[in-house]
């Protein structure tokens, strides 16, 4: 079982910068795969960054060159640093843990942070 807690949104001026935690619990974290997603008003959720238990990092177009995702093993932390930030950014952002483990898909949600980039 992994527990994940989302901290750091709030709201903030277009242009400006917020940096997301995730703080993870449980066994084994170092094995999966870290990816933060996000949900606007009326839309579907989305993947904005993945960070793979090897440190590979991909990006959604729409966030590549603004966004910068991390993850600390020693403190099982995730990070999410934007900057350059637009309206259409405004979600609530998800942090999710995933790993393949004797053919089993294991998932596992927080309960997400709102950010909201409004003038």
């Known amino acids: 079982q992994v527990q994940l807690v989302e901290s750091g949104g709030g709201l903030v001026q277009p242009g400006g910068s917020l940096r997301l935690s995730c703080a993870a619990s449980?066994?084994?974290?170092?094995?999966?795969?870290m990816r933060w997603y996000r949900q606007g008003p009326g839309n579907q959720r989305e993947m904005v960054a993945e960070?793979?238990?090897?440190?590979?990092?991909r990006y959604a177009d729409s966030v590549a060159g603004r966004f910068t995702a991390s993850r600390d093993n020693r403190v099982n932390t995730m990070f999410l640093q934007m900057e350059t930030l637009k309206p259409e950014d405004t979600a609530v952002y998800f942090c999710?843990?995933?790993?393949?483990?004797?053919?089993?898909?294991?998932?596992?949600w927080g309960q997400g942070t709102q950010v909201t980039v409004s003038s």
């Open positions: 960070v793979t238990n090897g440190g590979d990092i």
């Open positions: 449980g066994s084994g974290l170092a094995s999966y795969t």
């Open positions: 999710n843990a995933r790993r393949l483990w004797q053919g089993s898909i294991y998932t596992y």
